[in-house]
């Protein structure tokens, strides 16, 4: 089946409009030869005369005003869409969904995301928080924020540059009322909260001194699977918590937690921003990708 191109309907619809092959032309911005040749291609593929015209003059047929008052209005909203399309291109709007595990999402939440909200306030962020892995393609995603040991090999990657470590800590009446660890071991002789990871099993605290590394199967009162529910039963004396550094570094510096085994904990792999190779990328996913690479370059690394 032959299929029209909107060269032809636009065609229809300005001379129909003007009322006359030049000044529809001209509309167009096409000549008035290019023009009758369109017109005269569309007659013969629907195999019926849309106008009438004579040297003086040009008119619809009756199967012309048929024509156009049914294309018009669809011929309309086929151009608005298109303009909308468009103007992503040009000014950062629509949805952007980003798939993130949620320490990931809660480090990178102010700087990087709140930041790209209110430079581009017509854009809508969703994101989801998991602690699967999933194919961000298949599931319809823009962006995934995950560790670097952790993206496909097939994607773009732009490391965030963040310094990240895992943090032992306690409450200071914890510690004055149990006494202070002082190696891996000695967590098997303290109440601790223990993690369940998004498979179902349960999270041993790992360590590592100088290339000696020790995976402890901790045991205590609760066992959660929401770090922001391990911190609090951690504020509240409950036992000891192996926490993300960047989740409870307010609470150090306040004094209520302590840190302890911090010779134990190196630093983890970066978190990375990644995303399948694509053409034209609307206006909004462009811009979080360039403040992505700008948020990675200006990063501050904070021990």
């Given at each position: 089946?032959?299929?029209?191109?909107?060269?032809?309907?636009?065609?229809?619809?300005?001379?129909?409009?003007r009322g006359?092959?030049?000044?529809?032309?001209?509309?167009?911005?096409?000549?008035?030869?290019?023009?009758?040749?369109?017109?005269?291609?569309?007659e013969r593929q629907?195999?019926?005369?849309?106008?009438?015209?004579?040297?003086?003059?040009?008119?619809?047929?009756?199967?012309?005003?048929?024509?156009?008052?049914?294309v018009g209005p669809a011929l309309q909203d086929?151009?608005?869409?298109?303009?909308?399309?468009?103007?992503q291109q040009a000014t950062p709007s629509g949805t952007l969904r980003i798939n993130a595990f949620a320490t990931a999402a809660r480090e990178i939440f102010s700087p990087l995301l709140l930041h790209y909200l209110r430079r581009y306030p017509q854009v809508h962020?969703?994101?989801?928080?998991?602690?699967?892995l999933v194919d961000i393609v298949a599931d319809g995603f823009d962006a995934g924020i995950r560790t670097a040991d952790l993206v496909p090999s097939d994607m773009i990657a732009i490391p965030l540059g963040l310094y990240r470590r895992y943090a032992v800590v306690a409450s200071p009446a914890y510690l004055a009322?149990?006494?202070?660890?002082?190696?891996?071991?000695?967590?098997?002789?303290?109440p601790c909260l223990r993690v369940r990871l998004?498979?179902?099993?349960?999270?041993?605290?790992?360590?590592?001194?100088?290339?000696?590394?020790?995976?402890?199967?901790v045991d205590g009162p609760m066992t959660l699977d929401e770090a922001s529910l391990a911190r609090m039963a951690v504020l509240d004396d409950v036992g000891i918590g192996f926490l993300m550094e960047s989740d409870i570094r307010e609470d150090m510096k306040a004094g209520r937690l302590v840190r302890v085994l911090e010779d134990w904990t190196p630093p983890l792999a970066p978190l990375c921003l990644y995303y399948?190779?694509?053409?034209?990328?609307?206006?909004?996913?462009?811009?979080?990708?360039?403040?992505?690479?700008?948020?990675?370059?200006?990063?501050?690394?904070?021990?």
């Open positions: 089946m032959m299929r029209h191109g909107l060269i032809e309907l636009d065609a229809v619809i300005a001379i129909a409009r006359a092959f030049r000044a529809a032309a001209i509309d167009l911005g096409v000549s008035t030869t290019a023009l009758s040749n369109a017109i005269g291609k569309l629907l195999g019926v005369r849309l106008f009438n015209r004579t040297t003086r003059s040009v008119s619809l047929t009756d199967a012309g005003r048929d024509f156009v008052g049914k086929i151009h608005e869409a298109m303009d909308a399309a468009r103007s962020i969703d994101l989801v928080t998991e602690g699967r009322a149990h006494g202070t660890p002082l190696v891996p071991p000695d967590l098997l002789a303290h998004p498979n179902g099993s349960l999270f041993r605290w790992q360590f590592e001194k100088a290339g000696q590394a020790v995976q402890i199967d399948p190779n694509r053409r034209n990328p609307s206006a909004a996913f462009k811009a979080f990708i360039d403040l992505a690479r700008d948020f990675a370059a200006s990063a501050t690394y904070v021990s």
